[in-house]
């Protein structure tokens, strides 16, 4: 993969050539703001989060890409990182999320879709600046504010929140928000290749190579994508006969009827 930038960003010279241009379904009944599809350099299309998204899908012209949930509480702190498995508890699922909003006014849906905007505005500002912390709370903000029926608005929220949170070193709620992203908007190229740098920075090899993949098979021409995908296999080859080693070894410290039942065990196991 290409140079990283510092804290576990991603460089904006990784989405050179990248090109994506998914615009957004209409998925609320309030007529949606129209939307113009700027093309601009591609080396400009993906960024650590995402000051012009109207260049890359459609409707996220109002956000940028940082990954985060709108599911958190109002009044809620800022949520500490979980290394066991990245979930925000305080987070609510989409689905029900939506269940809750069905009886909002379409008016209301756009009042609070304009405040996420600003919230938004306000998160990749402090982005700019450094300040991760307040980034990631204003998206986290944003996301309370913006109904779950804008769902491409929703997973550039969620996508750069992951981005102010890999900077806080925060993997594995950047990894939960990617795929918070990815599930709203499965043709995300650049959440995938965000999770997929977090996943090989946190030595979740197979699951990186997989989201390299489904990158290549989305559009062929990302580069870090391609050289990840000829690289990988050799690594995960490596680490397998490393593990086997390591096992080998720890049989022999074993006393042979012990060993021997383990072994046969596991030759069972593996038929």
């Known amino acids: 993969m290409g140079e990283k930038s510092e804290n576990g960003g991603v460089p904006e010279d990784l989405f050179n ?6 615009p957004q379904e209409a998925e609320c009944a309030a007529p949606a703001a129209s939307h113009t599809k700027d093309h601009q350099p591609q ?7 995402e000051a012009h998204p109207q260049e890359e899908q459609g409707e996220e012209e109002h956000f940028h890409d940082c990954s985060a949930s709108f599911e958190e509480e109002p009044g809620v702190g ?15 699922d989409e689905e029900y999320l939506m269940e ?19 919230l938004k505005e306000e998160g990749n500002e402090q982005f700019k600046k450094g300040d991760y912390i307040e980034a990631e709370s204003a998206y986290s903000h944003a996301l309370q504010m913006c109904p779950s029926c ?3 608005d929703r997973s550039v929220l969620f996508s750069n929140r992951a981005a102010a949170r890999m900077k806080q070193d925060k993997k594995e709620m950047a990894i939960s928000d990617c795929s918070k992203a990815i599930r709203l ?6 959440a ?4 997929a740098e977090l996943y090989e920075s946190t030595d979740k090899l197979d699951e990186a190579l997989e989201d390299y993949k489904s990158v290549l098979e989305k559009d062929p021409s990302v580069h870090p994508a391609r050289e990840a995908c000829m690289r990988l296999p050799k690594q995960i080859e490596e680490r397998n006969e490393r593990l086997k ?27």
Request: hydrophobic share 30%; no cysteine.
């Open 100 to 118: 809750l909003e069905k009886n909002m006014p379409d008016e209301e849906k756009q009042k609070r879709r304009e405040e996420s905007t600003r």
């Open 43 to 49: 080396s400009k299309l993906l960024r650590e989060v």
């Open 185 to 190: 908007n499965p043709s995300y190229i650049r």
């Open 78 to 92: 800022k949520v500490e990182d979980k290394p066991d498995d990245g979930v925000d508890s305080s987070e609510l």
């Open 150 to 152: 804008f769902q491409k």
């Open 245 to 271: 080693e390591e096992m080998l070894g720890e049989f022999a410290s074993l006393p042979p009827s012990l060993s021997l039942s383990l072994f046969l065990s596991l030759s069972l196991y593996h038929k």
């Open 17 to 22: 050539g990248l090109k994506v241009t998914d």
């Open 192 to 195: 995938l290749l965000r999770r």
